[in-house]
């Protein structure tokens, strides 16, 4: 998500007005970066963050495709953007940059909410998240970051 792709999200949850999203677009301390967009935007309409946060993750969880793994193209270029500790934490699979320059990153249901509090706070470049089972995003995250010793047939996996 971009910013303005973003504030849009929050107009349409009722989260912010249309005079608040130019506000914040308009500021010249908000930059192209994603990062940390979120929170300043909360600082400066005096907003709690969490429920800026919980309108993406809503709206995200309405509209999100699923996906099977096995079916869609991976980038192994788009692995730098998301260290593997995070990736496993997180369960974010980071699965290419598309033409419109935004990461796509693959998450579950489960985890969609700690996923874009993730994504919102530290990636610089938008992102778009798709949506797919956690026992098929493990696998992938531990094949495509090489991990060993991963036991994926465990509960504790």
């Excluded at 303005?4 to 308009?26: D, F, K, Y």
């Excluded at 995200?60 to 793994?69: G, N």
Aim: net charge negative; with cysteine; hydrophobic share 40%.
């Amino acid at each position: 998500m971009t910013h303005e792709q973003m504030t849009s999200v929050l107009v349409q949850q009722n989260l912010i007005s249309q005079e608040q999203r130019a506000a914040v677009l308009s500021d010249p301390g908000v930059t192209s970066d994603n990062r940390c967009f979120l929170e300043h935007a909360a600082k400066q309409l005096e907003l709690d963050e969490s429920d800026l946060l919980g309108g993406l993750i809503e709206h995200t969880r309405k509209t999100a495709t699923a996906v099977k793994l096995t079916q869609t193209a991976h980038d192994p270029a788009a692995l730098e953007y998301i260290c593997a500790r995070d990736a496993w934490d997180f369960l974010i699979l980071p699965l290419a940059i598309e033409p419109d320059g935004h990461l796509l990153c693959c998450t579950t249901s489960e985890t969609l909410g700690t996923a874009l509090a993730y994504l919102t706070r530290t990636l610089a470049i938008p992102f778009r998240v798709v949506i797919t089972d956690i026992r098929p995003l493990e696998q992938y995250i531990a094949e495509q970051y090489h991990y060993e010793g991963v036991d994926l047939d465990t509960e504790a996996a």
